[in-house]
């Protein structure tokens, strides 16, 4: 089934405005952020520990060792608080904010616009 003149003329619009959002400074300032904590190495380290010790915790479960499963949880804790301070993850996590918080106000004008017109035909 082909789409009709009026779906065509949406999808142009559409990839146009996805364009503009993908020019926006803040949306930049994220995606520049999201690539260097991708490739930040000690982050990944501290990502592959944290799932080691959670591993472990289960393990550790599974054999009926209480002490050794507290002691892996609070590593885990302990890995999971150094990544979640880490000052590049706090920018991160910022700026993935406000890039949300822009894309709700567009999302919030465009459903505006839609209803206003909506009410308009009928």
Sequence with gaps: MEPS?????TNEELTKLLALIGEDELIQRY???EAKVQKN???ADLVER???AQKDAVQFAHYDKPEAEKAAIKRADELTKEFDEHPLVVAYREQLR???DLL???TD??????NEELEKEG
């Design 31 to 33: 995606k520049e952020l």
């Design 104 to 106: 709700q106000h567009v």
């Design 50 to 52: 944290i799932k080691a």
């Design 98 to 100: 406000e890039a949300n």
């Design 5 to 9: 003149i009026t779906d065509k003329k």
């Design 41 to 43: 190495e000690k982050l």
């Design 109 to 114: 004008m465009i459903q505006y616009r839609i």
